[in-house]
Structure formats: C-alpha cells, structure tokens
C-alpha cells in the first residue's frame, strides 16, 4: 500500500511548499501557507501502518518513511500544530518566516517517520536550521546565533554518536539501546540537547521568546518534542532519564514560577513538561512510553494555545511582561478564555487533554513502582497549576492594571485559537477518544471519581498556597539566574580574580603573553591578508614558493 | 573501423574544429562549429567509455608506429573518466556560452574565443588520452597557450595581468614538468609510460628518479593549482571571460589532477618518497592547508568569482588528499570528488556568468537580493553551494563520505575529523552569498536585471541537476570512480 504513496511524505510536502513558498506571492503564498500542513496531516493518516518505503543508499538500508504508531501520535501531533500555527499567522507578512515555519514543521514531521539513524540525522539538521531561520527572521540575530551554536553542538554530538554506532555494530536503523558505549552517550547527550535538558536548557527560554508573535507558537511545539520522540524510539527506560527528567521538571517549575515575561515562563514550563515525558521513557514500561507520547500530543496542543494567547498579547499590546499587564480579561475576554483553557490544560484539570495524559503519566510511574518520582512529579503537577492557572491568569488578565490594546486580534488568531480549546476540551471530556489513538493507556482510570476529587484536592491545596504567597509571588522586574548565566556571566566576574592572580604570579609571564599575543595578532592579521589577496601576489613569489617546494622535495631526497 | 580510430578522432574533433572556426572568421559560424565539435566530442567521449567498459584498456598507436619508436594513446578506466567529463562539460560551456560571449567579448574576436576554447579542449584531452610523457608536454602546452589567451580576452583589465602571471607561472611548471620528463628519459631511454614502467624495475640508483619526481609534482602542482602554488588561479578564474571560467574550473585542474595520479600511480607506483618520507605524507599536509587555508580566504572576499576560485584551491585538496591517501576507498573519493566538483563549480560559475550577464557585476555587494529576481539562476548557484559544502543529497557528501572512509581505513581518524571541520569553513562562504542573494533588499543591480535566458539555465541546470541527481543515486559515478582507483592501484576489482 505504501506503494501508491511512492516517496511522497508529509515532511516532504511540507518541505517542498516551504521551498516554494518564498516563491510565489500574495493569496496563493497564504493559500500554500494553510494547505500544506492540512495535506500533511491528511498523509500522517492516509500512510498505511507497515515497513514503509526503505532505499539502498552507499551501502546503507535507509527508512526514509517508517508509518508505525508512534509516527501517528507524534505525526498528528506535529501536523495540528502546524495547521494550527498556520492558521494563527497567517497575517504575519514576513515571508521568511512563513517559510521557515514549514521547513521546520516538515523536520519535525521526517523525524517522526524516519526509520533509521541516518534520515533522523537530516531531518535534525533541517530542524535546526527551520528553527534558526524562524529566530531570525524576527531580527534577533545575536539569539538566532546563539541558538545556532547550541544546536550545531546538539547535532554535532548526535552525529559523531550516530558514526560511531554504525561503524561499531553496523546497524543503522532506528532500534532501542541503552547508553552503555561512548557512541551511544554522545547520542544520547546531542538529543538531550534539543530536548532542553540540563545544564544546556536555557537556550529554550533564551531563544524563543525572541521569535515572532506567531514564530512562537512554531518553536513551542517541534524540537524539544521531537528530541522526546527520538528518546522514545532509541532510550526507552535508559535509567538516566529519570532523574535527568525529574531535574528538568523542577528547573522549569522553579523558573517559571519567578519568570515575569510571559514568553520566558511558557519557555520554562515547555522544559518542566518536557522533563514529565522523560521522565516517562526512563520508566521505559510500554504504558510509560505511551504515556510519553500522548502526553507530547496534549502538551504540543495546549503549549501552541498558551504561545497563541501571549502571542496576541504581544500583538495587541507590544508588551508581554506581567508587570506591565494586568486586565486583559475586560478587553480580551476570547484570548483571556483561551489562555485559561490553556493553563488548566497544563495544570491538568478534569475534563482537559492534559489531565488524560497527565493521569496516563503517573498511572505509569505508579505501575513501575517508582514512588519517589511518583510522589516528585505529583508535586510539581500540582506547582504547575500554581503559576499556569493562578499567577498568569491573576497577573496578566485579571489583576490590577490595565494595559492598552493597540490593536485587535485578527480573526484567523482567533479561529486557531478556537481550534486549539476544542481540540483540548472534547478529549478531556471523551478521554475514550484518545484511547483509540494509544490503545495502551485504556486501563488508566482517569474520568473517575476518586480520581478527580484527588487531583481537585490538589489544585485547591495549591490555590491556598498562591493566596498565601501571593506577595511572594508578584512579578518583578528583573531578570532571573538562569544557566546560561555560567557561560555569559560567570568569564566576565571571574577575570578580576584571574587579574589578580596573573599580578601575582604572572607579571613577567604576562609580559611575554601580550609580547607574543601581539605578535601572533600582527601575523595572523597579515596571514590572512596574504591568502586573501592571493592571485595579488607578484608572480616571483609564485615562482619561488614553487621553487622551494622543489627544492625541499629534492633536499630531503638527498639526505 | 571507425571505432578503432576513436582515440585520435576524440582529439582530432576539437582541433580541426579551431582551425574551421579560426577561418570562418565570424562569430555565429565560430559558435555553430564549436558547438558541433564539442558534441561530436562528447559523443566520442561516451563511446569510449563504453567500450573501455566492454573491452577493458584500450591502445592505440598514432600511424601505426610502435610504442618504442611512436606515439601510443592509451585509455583504461581512469582516463575514460576524464574524458567522459570534459566532452560532457565541453558540450554544456558550449551551449551556455554563446549570450555570455556576445556580452562579453569584442565582436570581432569572437570567432577567435572559440577557436581557442577549442584548442584548449583538444590540449586537455590530449593529456588525458596520450601515454607518451612528452606528448603530453606538449598537450600541455596547446592547452596552457590557450588558457592564457582565454583569460587575456577579459573585458576586465586586470585579466591581462592575471594572463601574464599565469604565463609566466604555468611556463614555469611546464619546464619543471620537462625537466622530469627529461631525467626519466635519461634513466629509461624510453617517453612511453608503459615501457618507463617496465624499464624502472631495472634501474639500481633511484636519485635520478626522485628528483625526477620533484619536477614533475613541482610542475604539475602549479597546474592544477596545489596549495601554496595556487595564487595564480583566483585572478585567472575572477577575470577570465564566464564561460572561460566554467570550462577551466570544470577541467582544466580536473586533468593535471589526473596527470599528477597517473606518474604517481602507474609511473612511480604510489609509495616512492623522498628519504623515506612516502610523497603521500607531504601531499597530505598540503591538502590539509589547502582545505583550510584557501576556504578560509574565501570567507574574505567580496568578488563571487574569486569567492568561487578560492573554494576550487579549497576542493582540490579535498581531491588531492584522495590521491594521498593511496587505498582504493580514499582513491575513488578523490577521482569522485573531482567529477562531483568539475560539475558543481561548472554550475556556479555558469550561474555567476548569467549574473553578470544581466546584472553586469560579480561583486558581492552589489548583489543584495538578486535571488528575488533571478530565482532559477541562484537556486542553481545555491544547489552548487550546498555540494560544496557537502550537504546530504548532493553529490559533494557522497564524494567527502568516500573521502573519510578512506581516511578511516587509512588508520587516519584525525584526518576525518579535519575533512567534516574544513566543511564547515565551506558553510560560512556558501552561507554568506546566499543570505545576501536571497535574504537582503533588492540593490540597484537587482532591481534593474531580470532572469537569465533558457539558453543560459538549462545548461545550467543540467550541472545543478547533476549536482542533486548523484547526490541521490550515487551508484554509477562512484562505480566509475572505483574502477578508475582500482586501475590506478592495480588492485583486482
């Protein structure tokens, strides 16, 4: 059956429209900018669950399409998104980033499908570079930059991890592995990198709150997720993961709970919930990963909704720290309503997605007999529901204050955002239908009674605690410590100390140093200049470097 | 018989075609001519490689004269590759050629500009085909008389500069090349390739012979633009007129590289080296700068020409460090990687040849946001780029992926390490034309131009293609390329 579709793949078609979409102009580049993630998403279904379409490429079995059920969730997943995502910029009139914006959901979709180690590698890089280009084409060259570095490193890992495991057992699909050689450790460091793990985690809140008001919503939802897939498929209960998880679930709650620009916290928490799924693969037990997995679909779904609503935010107002907001809920009240729906999401609330896969999650962790995380995670669940559905809400739309709407959302924002909440509110309230979509999570009991007065005792238990700490919890102007502060910050508060010992120790050392750092200066200086200028070199210099090419050739010889 | 006679026809087409355009005298004439002597070239050139495939090595001797006495043309698999590559680039320069000459060059010397394309491509398929060292001298020697009247037929002042350096420089590397080929004969008392090999094993003293050696690397590393004898190249490339360019970026280093192979190969037989240093290891550490060295001077040019000429320094020694590596697998990278870059820079420097012809400059500058209204002829230069660069799905990554297998299985993993570091070099000059062609305003020289004629893009796009399509299908360029290396190194395929 996989022969009627040939090579043809959603990422693919969305790759293709990206490329020519810079191409052509007006209605028709919107008309490509909306249909290609529909057609996708259509594909993700039409491909027959099966081996897919392999290709014999330099001696390597490569899976350039693998349908299998994992690819389903994570391919519908990606493919709401971007239709989503779409829907909600299209009035964004740089095309750049339209363009980009398919390059990179169509990755993310490759990545989904792929079936060997070789094809995940080039979809990774057209990721990051999808990525990359949605950053800058917002103008934020230096964060563009800075998120190109770390996602050069990420792959750069990746690919010596993928080397050395071909040239080690020769075997290039995609199969599960513990990390147990140092191939398999730099694999799985180069994913953990996209994933957002510690210590290199900051560059999601870094670089994301950069983009656009609709780029956003893109990079929300595709690296870190498709990292997680890419966890699933190749570390499924490597025991690291679930305290490398459990670490990210407590860094993102922490931040996100200081974090005043509404952007940087939604950032934070995407690495908090991120850190819930892999904590899941590290459990490893077929419930786990498919809790994994379903929960990467509710948390795409209402991420890219909360990234929406501090989208039009950001629109409307040109603002989207809570410092300078506050009232938005009287002159928003369609965003307001989104970013709470949103945020109960997030913080699982009954009769939401997240609260399925959110159940899913812990039945697992409770299954595994892993306690101590079971107990961990609950804790941070019910901290979650602290700044997504008490502090946001509180201080950006209903607190005091009232920031001035510019201008209004436009209505295509409105109908992807509508779009989102439905897709949100149904499977909370039917959870049977997901259950068709990962048949694994049927005997999780979820839209019980104990159960939800269980997780309501949670959320009331956290609503004391924010009434409480309010105060405490008022957003401030400055900025919060993050890791990136021990490569940005820590060189410069260093050298002071460093100075003083080279005054010490290091006088007539120092002297040689800039003796030789000056010379070195000059000579590099000029280096370049000559190979630069090379062809304005005079031609007896040419003769003479040939001359003396020959001549130590022949000296040599004659020693 | 006329396919008996193939190997003297494959050169004889090129040269009676300069002399008829030489005297029709007129510039369409002189193109039409050029034109159907490079296809019947190419023609010839793919009959060859059919029937060296069929019948293995093929020996030809000029008037019947035995190889003691007379001249023997002699094709196997490795030459059949070359000239497979400069028939095919010959006919594509040929059909790209005719608008940007007319912009470019004199009327009245236009009809001279073919005549010397076409001596140029009988002088470098002479050199491919002979097996008589001297014959090739003189080869070399039609061919280089030729270049430097190419590059001197510039608009660009400078060209006449950079024609008199060349001249003086590849006279230089032709009498190095002659004062090698004369030590041999001195040893051997024989220029035939094949009897020089059967002779050297008689030989006690080698002196004689590694100094020979010296000339000719020494000689022929200027030709093919060895790193640190390169620095007659980028001013060649940037003012030679644009189809000029494409044809000697395509091949005219492409064949000394194949020269240099076979008196190393098949001559010296791989691992003579001066006091115990093996060449290999000299020519490794050159590859190595040039990698680097040359890439890194193309991040700081503004000149596209010279952006691309110092990227060819940069790719040959990529295709040299093949030849250094002496194992089959690194060897088919090599002869890959030289196929693979004669038709990705063939692309790019057709693609800047349309770009001056609409926008009337090559400066880098100047160039903001031409990809707006010459979409088709950047996406070509920017498909080149990617090959340069190595990306997967262009052929440039199955070449380097060859290239690092060899390394590898040459025991030298930090060699590896260095061909992927040198790549990225490659992405900061690929990286940085493309976001101002694409990403930048239109500049003046944008909004005035428009895109390139179909004459123009379909040659054009036929490399690009090309570029794309072996990426994909990497099959049977790197089954020729194994064939050849297996050939050079006598190994048993």
């Not at chain 1, 919503?217 to 209960?237: H, Q, W």
């Not at chain 2, 293995?56 to 590759?81: H, K, T």
Request: charged share 10%; glycine share 10%; net charge positive.
């Amino acid at each position: 059956m996989t022969e009627t579709f040939g090579p043809l793949s959603p990422a693919l078609i969305l790759i293709l429209a990206g490329l020519i979409l810079p191409l052509v102009k007006g209605p028709l580049r919107n008309a490509l900018f909306l249909l290609a993630p529909v057609a996708a998403l259509a594909l993700v279904w039409a491909l027959p669950l099966g081996p897919g379409l392999a290709v014999d490429w330099l001696g390597l079995n490569l899976v350039l399409i693998a349908p299998d059920n994992m690819a389903r969730i994570f391919g519908t997943a990606f493919g709401i998104a971007a239709i989503a995502g779409a829907l909600f910029g299209v009035t964004q009139p740089s095309a750049t980033e339209k363009a980009a914006a398919l390059l990179y959901a169509g990755a993310a979709q490759g990545i989904a499908f792929a079936g060997d180690l070789v094809t995940l590698f080039v979809f990774w890089e057209i990721l990051a570079i999808g990525s990359t280009l949605v950053i800058w084409s917002n103008g934020h060259a230096r964060a563009g930059l800075r998120y190109a570095l770390i996602h050069v490193l990420g792959g750069v890992l990746l690919f010596a991890g993928i080397s050395a495991e071909i040239s080690g057992s020769g075997n290039v699909a995609l199969h599960a592995m513990r990390a147990d050689t140092i191939g398999r450790w730099l694999m799985l460091a180069g994913i953990l990198v996209n994933a957002g793990a510690l210590p290199l985690s900051a560059w999601v809140a870094d670089a994301y709150p950069k983009a656009s008001w609709s780029g956003a919503v893109f990079l929300s939802a595709f690296t870190t997720k498709a990292a997680v897939l890419v966890l699933i498929r190749l570390f499924p209960g490597e025991p690291a993961l679930t305290w490398i998880g459990l670490a990210m679930a407590i860094y993102g709650l922490t931040y996100a709970l200081l974090e005043n620009d509404i952007r940087k916290l939604l950032s934070y928490s995407i690495v908090g919930q991120v850190g819930f799924m892999v904590v899941a693969v590290g459990i490893g037990s077929p419930l786990a990963l498919a809790a994994a997995a379903l929960h990467a679909l509710a948390h795409i779904l209402y991420k890219s909704l909360l990234m929406m609503a501090a989208g039009s935010i950001l629109r409307a107002t040109g603002e989207t720290r809570l410092t300078a907001l506050g009232g938005l809920a009287r002159s928003m009240p369609f965003t307001a309503v989104a970013m709470l729906i949103g945020g109960f999401s997030l913080a699982a609330l009954p009769l939401t997605a997240g609260f399925v896969s959110k159940s899913a999650i812990l039945a697992a962790l409770a299954e595994g007999q892993a306690g101590f995380y079971w107990f961990a995670l609950t804790a941070v669940s019910a901290g979650s529901f602290l700044y997504i559905g008490l502090r946001l809400p509180w201080f950006a739309l209903f607190g005091p204050g009232s920031a001035k709407v510019m201008a209004g959302s436009a209505p295509s924002m409105l109908a992807a955002m509508g779009l989102l909440c439905v897709l949100l509110v149904v499977p909370g309230c039917f959870p049977g239908l997901l259950e068709r979509l990962v048949p694994e999570i049927a005997g999780v009991p979820i839209l019980t009674a104990d159960h939800i007065l269980f997780q309501l005792q949670m959320l009331v238990a956290a609503s004391c605690i924010f009434a409480l700490l309010l105060p405490l919890l008022r957003p401030s102007a400055g900025s919060t410590l993050d890791f990136d502060w021990l490569w940005r910050e820590l060189p410069r508060l260093a050298a002071p100390h460093w100075r003083r010992a080279w005054a010490l120790f290091g006088k007539p050392v120092v002297g040689i140093w800039a003796e030789t750092r000056g010379r070195w200066a000059s000579f590099s200086q000029r280096s370049i200049l000559l190979l630069g200028a090379a062809g304005n070199w005079r031609t007896g210099k040419i003769a003479i470097w040939a001359t003396a090419l020959l001549a130590i050739y022949v000296l040599i010889a004659a020693l | 018989m006329i396919t008996h006679h193939l190997p003297v026809l494959l050169i004889l087409a090129p040269l009676l075609g300069a002399i008829l355009a030489a005297l029709s005298r007129n510039g369409f004439a002189a193109w039409l001519i050029a034109l159907v002597a490079s296809a019947l070239t190419a023609a010839i050139a793919v009959a060859l490689l059919w029937r060296v495939q069929a019948e293995g090595v093929i020996s030809y001797r000029l008037g019947g004269w035995a190889p003691e006495l007379g001249i023997e043309y002699r094709v196997d698999a490795v030459n059949a590759l070359i000239v497979l590559l400069v028939g095919v680039v010959a006919l594509v320069t040929m059909i790209f050629a005719r608008r940007s000459v007319l912009a470019e060059i004199i009327p009245e010397r236009v009809a001279w500009f073919y005549t010397m394309m076409l001596l140029c491509i009988a002088g470098l398929l002479g050199m491919a085909v002979t097996g008589d060292a001297f014959n090739a001298f003189v080869f070399l020697e039609i061919s280089s008389l030729s270049t430097y009247t190419l590059i001197a037929l510039g608009r660009d002042r400078r060209a006449l500069v950079a024609a008199y350096q060349y001249l003086i420089v590849g006279t230089i590397g032709a009498t190095f090349y002659v004062i090698g080929v004369g030590l041999i004969y001195l040893v051997t008392g024989t220029l035939n390739l094949g009897l020089i090999v059967e002779r050297l094993g008689a030989i006690e003293s080698s002196r004689a012979l590694i100094v020979a050696e010296a000339f000719i690397v020494a000689g022929i590393g200027l030709k093919l633009a060895l790193f640190p004898l390169h620095a007659w190249l980028p001013n060649a490339y940037a003012y030679a007129p644009s189809s000029a360019s494409v044809l000697l970026a395509s091949t005219a280093t492409k064949v000394a590289v194949y020269l240099l192979a076979r008196f190393l190969f098949t001559v010296f037989g791989g691992d003579v080296g001066p006091g115990g240093i093996p060449i290999g290891a000299i020519l490794i550490v050159l590859s190595v700068a040039a990698m680097f060295l040359a890439s890194a001077a193309a991040v700081f040019q503004n000149d596209v020409k010279r952006i691309l000429a110092f990227s060819s320094v940069g790719q040959i020694g990529y295709i040299t460090l093949g030849l250094a590596l002496v194992n089959p697998t690194g060897l088919t990278g090599g002869l890959l990687h030289l196929f693979n870059h004669a038709l990705m820079k063939g692309a790019a420097f057709m693609a800047i040849g349309a770009i001056v012809l609409r926008a009337g400059t090559a400066k880098l500058d100047e160039l903001s946001g031409i990809g707006r209204v010459m979409p088709w002829t950047v996406a070509a230069l920017t498909v080149a780029g990617l090959g340069l660069i190595g990306v997967p799905g262009t052929s440039g990554f199955v070449s380097k992926y060859y290239l690092i297998l060899g390394a590898l299985e040459a025991g030298h993993g930090w060699l590896a390490i260095l061909i992927v570091a040198s790549s990225f070099i490659a992405v900061l000059y690929v990286g940085r034309f493309v976001e101002v062609m694409w990403f930048r305003e239109p500049a003046q020289a944008a909004r005035e131009s428009r895109e390139a004629p179909l004459e123009m893009l379909l040659p054009m796009w036929v490399l690009a293609g090309a570029t794309i399509w072996f990426g994909l299908d990497a099959e049977g360029p790197a089954a020729l390329a194994r064939a050849a290396a297996n050939a050079l190194l006598k190994v048993a395929p």
